[in-house]
């Protein structure tokens, strides 16, 4: 399958980039700079440097390489988690304003497939509505909500320990991505299972 993935070099897109190599997918990898782009080539993608929030280009840039499928794992977080507040309205205008591009782009470039991540838990606020106006967009377009509990192992907010339920080892959260590709629309939950005691 040809894959375009848009947050490639993210904590989740860099594991996935190599994984679905691996399963013999092409994959063009899209990043916000030229700096992350030869380490997406090392991880076996095309890279692509562009912003999406520019629809005229990120329509032009999908269209150019005829996906079937285009994963959105974009989020726009703090490196440091003391600084998550900070980056509310950053993370909620990804989801407001890239999600209908990469719609639009999907739609164009003829790709039957759409996967976007989402979160497996509530969020306040602002941040809360942008979730449910983004799932509720993929959704109508026909696409895979992919919600994700929180992320624990190396590279994440909680690299040696486990935060509450509904969570997921990074690893097994891009494994589970990766199969999630033959699942049709709808909502799909990538979380662990609850262990009763």
């Known amino acids: 399958m040809r894959i375009f993935l848009a947050g490639a070099t993210g904590v989740i897109g860099s594991r996935l980039v190599p994984l679905l190599s691996a399963a013999g997918h092409v994959v063009v990898g899209l990043t916000r700079t030229d700096a992350k782009a030869s380490s997406l080539e090392d ?3 095309e890279p692509v440097v562009g912003d999406v ?6 329509i032009a840039a999908v269209t ?3 996906p079937e499928a285009v994963m959105h794992q974009l989020t726009d977080l703090p490196d440091d988690v003391t600084r998550i507040g900070d980056f509310v309205a950053a993370n909620s205008r990804i989801r407001r304003e890239a999600t209908p ?3 639009d782009a999907t739609r164009k470039s003829g790709a039957t497939r759409l996967l976007a991540q989402s979160v497996a838990w509530e969020l306040a606020g602002d941040g809360g509505r942008a979730v449910a106006e983004m799932e509720a967009m993929v959704l109508e ?3 895979t909500v992919l ?3 929180q992320f624990y192992g190396e590279g994440t907010y909680h690299p040696s320990s486990q935060p509450p339920h509904p ?3 990074i690893d097994d959260a891009a494994r589970r991505t990766v199969t999630a590709l033959e699942v049709g629309p ?3 939950e990538i979380v662990e299972a609850v262990r009763r005691r």
Do not use: E, K
Not at 53 to 58: G, K, N, Q, T
């Open 167 to 169: 969570r997921i080892h």
């Open 43 to 45: 991880l076996g993608a």
């Open 101 to 103: 591009n990469l719609l």
């Open 147 to 149: 919600r994700y509990g």
């Open 64 to 66: 150019a390489f005829r």
């Open 141 to 143: 377009a026909g696409g």
């Open 53 to 58: 929030y520019d629809r005229d280009w990120i």
């Open 186 to 188: 709808g909502i799909v």
